[in-house]
């Protein structure tokens, strides 16, 4: 029966913890970034297609040394 109450209450807990945790986490609205301003982040996106660009082009290099 112990065992059983344990569970209960874990589930419990769960159910409480994932209403709560919208409630908790709710983020203000982004103001935005102006794009001349040059303190504006670069996005994720454009670090990742740069870093796999960089990739690509040294294995092209590695490539073209092989043959």
Do not use: E, N, Q
């Not at 344990?6 to 159910?15: G, H, N, R």
């Not at 040059?38 to 092989?66: E, N, Q, W």
């Amino acid at each position: 029966m112990k065992r059983l109450s344990k569970w209960w209450l874990t589930i419990y807990f769960l159910i409480i913890f994932s209403v709560c945790l919208p409630l908790v986490t709710m983020a203000s609205d982004d103001p935005g970034c102006d794009p001349s301003d040059p303190t504006c982040p670069i996005d994720g996106g454009v670090t990742a297609l740069l870093a796999i660009g960089a990739v690509y082009g040294i294995k092209k290099v590695r490539d073209s040394r092989k043959a």
